[in-house]
C-alpha cells in the first residue's frame, strides 16, 4: 500500500457502529428478459435460484437477519409480491418494494425514506455466501465515511481460491473486485447516487468509470499512477464527500452467482461451512 493511502481494513464491529442500526436495502432485481441462469434452474427470477437447495435470496435475508447491526430490511425486485411469500412474508423486519430502472435509481428510490432511513446498507440477492462476519467487518471499516464500498484485492481472492474468475478494477499497488456491499451513511451520498445513476454501466471498466470524475483522475486510473483507495477518497472529495474502499479478507465477499461457475463454486463453499452458520 502506498504511502498516504487510508484503505479501511479487517476487524470485527466495534465503536460507533456498535450501536447504529442500518437500514439494509438487497437488490433482487434483473436485467431485461429471460435470465440465462434463472432459465437453467426453471425459475424466473434470479433471486429465486437454489444454491445449496435453498433461493439464494433466503441465504441472504436470513444473514442480515442475524446481524445486529441491521434494524430493517427492504428487498427490491420488479415482481415484490412474488418475493413477499412464505417465511419472508410473515417475518416483521421485511419489507418489500418495486425495483425501478437500473441498480442506482432503485437505491435513490428508497435510500433516506421512511421506508429506507439512513444509513443504508446495500447488497445483492445474488450473494449468497454473504456472512454476519463480513457485514460487520464491513461496517467497522466503513465507520463515518459518508459512502463505502466493499471490495475484496486480487492477492486475497487467489490466495483462497486461485482458479476463479473475476472482474478487476486495477490500480497502483493492487487491483480490486466488487464484493456487492455499500454503505450510505448520511444524505452527502444523494451526489454519489446521482453520478452512479449516470455511470452504472461502466462500474466494471475502470477508466470509464473514473471519467466521470474529470480526465485527470481517469488518466491515473489507466496508468495506474494512483491506488484504489486514494481514488475513491479523490473521487468522492469530487463529490463534496468522504468515500471510502473498505478491502476485505474474506475472499468470499466478491464471489456472487451470475454464472454457472459461479453457482457450482458457491454451491462447493457453502458445503464446507457449519449448517448452523446464519444464511444456512
Known sequence: MAEGDDVA??????GDDSTVRWTALVLAGQRPGIDPLADAFGVEWKALIPVGGV???????????ACPQIGRIVVAGQAPDVLAQGWRAAEPRLSFTQSQGGISRSI???AGTPTAPWPVLVTTAD????TPAMVATFLHGASD????????????MLAAYPGTK??????RGGAYSGANLFALRTPRAQPALALW?????????????????GPLLALRAITRTISGPSALRTAG?????DARLVALPQAEAAIDVDKPADHALAERILAERSPHEPGQ
Open 108 to 110: 435513490a428510490a428508497v
Open 55 to 65: 433461493p439464494m435470496v433466503d441465504r441472504v435475508l436470513r444473514t442480515l437477519l
Open 166 to 171: 473475476r472482474t478487476w478494477l486495477r490500480f
Open 197 to 213: 445513476a449516470q455511470a452504472e454501466q461502466d462500474r466494471k471498466r475502470a477508466l470509464k468509470l473514473f471519467w466521470h470524475f
Open 237 to 241: 472529495r469530487r463529490l463534496g464527500l
Open 9 to 14: 481494513t479487517g476487524g470485527t464491529s466495534g
Open 127 to 130: 450473494h449468497p455466501l454473504l
Open 145 to 156: 465515511a459518508d459512502v463505502a464500498v466493499g471490495m475484496v484485492e486480487r492477492r486475497t
